[in-house]
């Protein structure tokens, strides 16, 4: 059955769900940081990230001992699942008046019954929340309604982003979902290192390692109010900020000193076709930050079979 743009791309207006983001947010950051624990390192952090799936989002599967399990939310039935490579398959319901700590209680409970023990820093990552998980009861808004409709706009963008990677032959990540800031992502190296950066954290220092243009939706915060599309070249090219953008929505935007291309999403909803013109704006943004950059297109653009 096919869907209209709007049906597929549905309103996602931030006032409206706003406890509930919060609240999901601290639920991925508990389960990106049980990934954060037992995945072995990969380059610039891609070990930690959740992945779009056709129910939700989820973990892939993680080692432990001599077995594997991963860690689903099934935004369809409104569950938590962990599944087990032993046959283990447990869950529990997501549901309005579900608190950050009783959320964190439960998932450690169901891993403890399948043999699992992981430690954790179980406090949020760079939020306004600074309380350990396990005291956050105040957080417990779960609007299944807007839960459906954000998920359903993460496979959309999945989708676009996938099929925008397959242009790129150079290093390129999977499309994933940090979970500190809560954007899906997908980002392209020149093979290039950065440069000599004395970076506050360890999470910049190995992000920025190397030259990136970087591509990405999020939900909106307490910043930019409500959800958009962005992309960045780092390091920041003179004149970046003077190269067109696709569509006429787009604009560069001033982010910490460095030109940010940005296109919100309630622009990209009123196009005919708005899965063309993300794909139209991830490929001026490329193409502005790698001719500014001095990447070398032609190299890196994939030719037909």
């Known amino acids: 059955m096919n869907h209209t743009h709007q049906e597929i791309f549905p309103s996602l207006p931030l006032e409206a769900w706003e406890?509930?983001?919060?609240?999901?947010?601290?639920?991925?950051?508990?389960?990106?940081?049980?990934?954060?624990?037992?995945?072995?390192?990969?380059?610039?952090?891609?070990?930690?990230?959740?992945?779009?799936?056709?129910?939700?989002?989820?973990?892939?599967?993680?080692?432990?001992?001599?077995?594997?399990?991963?860690?689903?939310?099934?935004?369809?039935?409104?569950?938590?699942?962990?599944?087990?490579?032993?046959?283990?398959?447990?869950?529990?319901?997501?549901?309005?008046?579900?608190?950050?700590?009783?959320?964190?209680q439960k998932l450690f409970s169901l891993l403890?019954?399948?043999?699992?023990?992981?430690?954790?820093?179980?406090?949020?990552?760079?939020?306004?929340?600074?309380?350990p998980f396990a005291e956050i009861?105040?957080?417990?808004?779960?609007?299944?309604?807007?839960?459906?409709?954000?998920?359903?706009?993460?496979?959309?963008?999945?989708q676009v982003m996938k099929a925008f990677s397959g242009r790129f032959y150079g290093k390129t990540c999977p499309v994933h979902l940090y979970w500190h800031h809560l954007d899906l992502a997908v980002t392209r190296f020149s093979g290039k290192g950065g440069p000599e950066v004395a970076w506050k954290t360890v999470a910049d220092r190995d992000a920025y390692s190397h030259e990136?243009?970087?591509?990405?939706?999020?939900?909106?915060?307490?910043?930019?109010?409500?959800?958009?599309?962005?992309?960045?070249?780092?390091?920041?090219?003179?004149?970046?900020?003077?190269?067109?953008?696709?569509?006429?929505?787009a604009q560069w935007v001033d982010n910490n000193g460095s030109p940010m291309a940005l296109l919100m999403y309630d622009d990209l909803r009123k196009k005919a076709h708005p899965k063309q013109a993300l794909m139209d704006f991830l490929e001026s943004a490329y193409q502005a930050g790698a001719k500014r950059a001095s990447w070398d297109v032609e190299d890196f653009r994939v030719k037909p079979l």
């Open 137 to 158: 009861t105040y957080l417990s808004a779960y609007s299944k309604e807007y839960v459906r409709r954000y998920w359903n706009i993460l496979v959309q963008v999945d």
């Open 19 to 104: 406890d509930t983001k919060k609240t999901l947010h601290l639920y991925i950051q508990i389960i990106g940081k049980i990934r954060l624990s037992l995945m072995p390192r990969k380059n610039h952090w891609w070990y930690v990230t959740l992945y779009v799936n056709t129910r939700g989002l989820g973990t892939s599967p993680m080692p432990y001992e001599d077995f594997t399990f991963e860690i689903n939310l099934d935004f369809v039935s409104h569950q938590l699942q962990v599944m087990t490579s032993r046959g283990g398959n447990a869950s529990f319901s997501l549901h309005e008046g579900l608190s950050v700590a009783e959320f964190h």
């Open 112 to 131: 403890a019954k399948e043999g699992i023990h992981v430690n954790i820093k179980a406090i949020p990552y760079d939020l306004p929340q600074k309380e």
């Open 212 to 249: 990136v243009i970087s591509f990405g939706f999020w939900p909106g915060d307490e910043q930019t109010r409500g959800a958009a599309f962005y992309s960045y070249t780092y390091p920041s090219p003179e004149g970046l900020d003077q190269e067109a953008l696709q569509p006429a929505a």
